[in-house]
């Protein structure tokens, strides 16, 4: 069940299920949190590829964890997708907040109308080790921030998948992502390597 708000964004105190939200084009609000990380071979992105099974966006890359705020949560409940998405328990001190996003995208059967409260997380847990809930994440792809504006250039960039206890080469391609507006990640990269080196990025949305 989920709060619908207005185009405001303020809380008309209806409650409906979030796939009558999505049959209707009711705006509701979703937790999205990004992870950066830097190594030995530098800094990074991590994406997740979303499970076959997901209802929007089966198989596309995304957001690191995300997922939709029940009604009654508070913002910083949504860390709990974290949580259950990468086996990852986060205290809320150590987001850096990227502001709200309005987005609005047809589904094939409704439109999805969402606020996105954005945050970013820069965390030292090795991808390899992070704990995928298989019915939301069929894999997370490591994506180098120097390669974030080749992505763009060539619309293909090198990566290093981790699924099922292996780590796999591989590329992917800006037409693998779940639609975004143009120089989203770009933007998303700027904050990670402003947090990366010991700043507090200001918010981008």
């Not at 954005?118 to 390899?128: M, W």
Request: hydrophobic share 40%.
């Amino acid at each position: 069940m989920l709060d619908i708000l207005n185009e405001s964004g303020r809380l008309t105190g209806e409650v409906v299920p979030k796939s009558e939200a999505h049959r209707l084009g009711l705006w509701h609000r979703c937790f999205h949190c990004w992870i950066c990380g830097s190594d030995a071979e530098g800094a990074y992105l991590l994406l997740q590829r979303r499970a076959a099974t997901k209802d929007t966006w089966p198989c596309y890359l995304d957001i690191t964890a995300a997922g939709h705020l029940a009604a009654g949560e508070e913002t910083l409940d949504g860390l709990r997708e974290v949580e259950e998405e990468l086996g990852l328990r986060v205290q809320p001190e150590r987001l850096a907040p990227l502001g709200t996003l309005k987005v609005e995208q047809d589904l094939p059967d409704g439109c999805d109308r969402e606020f996105h409260e954005v945050f970013l997380l820069a965390d030292a847990t090795p991808p390899g080790d992070l704990r995928l809930q298989k019915e939301e994440v069929d894999a997370l792809f490591r994506l180098d921030l120097e390669d974030v504006q080749t992505l763009y250039e060539t619309g293909s960039a090198p990566a290093h998948e981790f699924a099922r206890g292996k780590i796999t080469p591989t590329r992917i391609r800006l037409t693998e992502f779940v639609p975004h507006d143009e120089g989203f990640l770009s933007r998303v990269a700027e904050a990670a390597r402003q947090l990366l080196s010991g700043g507090r990025p200001v918010p981008i949305f």
